[in-house]
């Protein structure tokens, strides 16, 4: 018996996909931080400060990678106690990474080129969305209310995977446009990743609910 479906792992494979830049390039950049070489571009704030940025990415690697395998049907009908144990790291992942981001947002320097106000508020209230989706979404399966937890989660890893749409679209100005995004078009262009991921994580619940109600989703 074949564990994942061929549906399944279309899904599982584009979400790597998706993640596959921020991730590499967020563990590039801790091996820099724990002493290694220097290949990732220059970022005098991590430089200056690392340990946030290093709790951020040890938090948010995870958050996104085993994150993926949580919303696989297979993997909670026939591996529960799988589901479960790496429902706990992924929580606990999205919990650090979402907190040290806040911490980043509002502390670091960051230039107005690379954050202005709109992508400033947007990241104070999408990251604590993401802290609270996480918190309601734990709550909710232990009081085993199935489509409150499933509907929080989405939520929360939609927020999360912000940072892999995010470094699409900004790839995709650039060969369009050999320029990066800087000031407000960056905020609006970081902003819309983020309008896009929930949009879909709404269309993903409703369609969930909807197949639950019609008795096809175990
Ligand atoms: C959970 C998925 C996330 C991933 C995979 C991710 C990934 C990354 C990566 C790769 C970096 C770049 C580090 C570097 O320059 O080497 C970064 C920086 C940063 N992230 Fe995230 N992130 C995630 C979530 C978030 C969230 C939800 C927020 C907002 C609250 C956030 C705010 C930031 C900030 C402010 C920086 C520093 C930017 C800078 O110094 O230029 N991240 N993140």
Redesign the pocket.
Known sequence: MKFFSKRELIILTLLFVL?F???V??A??IL?IAGGPSV??D?P??SNDPFP?LL??L???P??ILGAFQFMPSLRRYAPKWHRLNGRIVAF??IV??I???W??NY?A?SIE??GDLLYVV??V???A?VLFIVRGVAAIRGRKISQHHASMTRAYA??????TQ?LMGLIWIALLREEPTGLMRDIMMTSAWVINLTLAEWIIRKTNNLSVSGSVS
Not at 159 to 164: C, D, L
């Open positions: 993640s830049v921020p991730v390039g967020g590039i950049r820099e990732a571009p970022n704030r991590i940025a951020h990415l938090g948010a690697i958050f996104c992942s999205g990474a979402a040290s981001g806040l980043m947002t670091y960051l690379i954050q990241r104070m999408l990251g604590t993401m927020i999360g995977q912000g940072a892999a470094t």
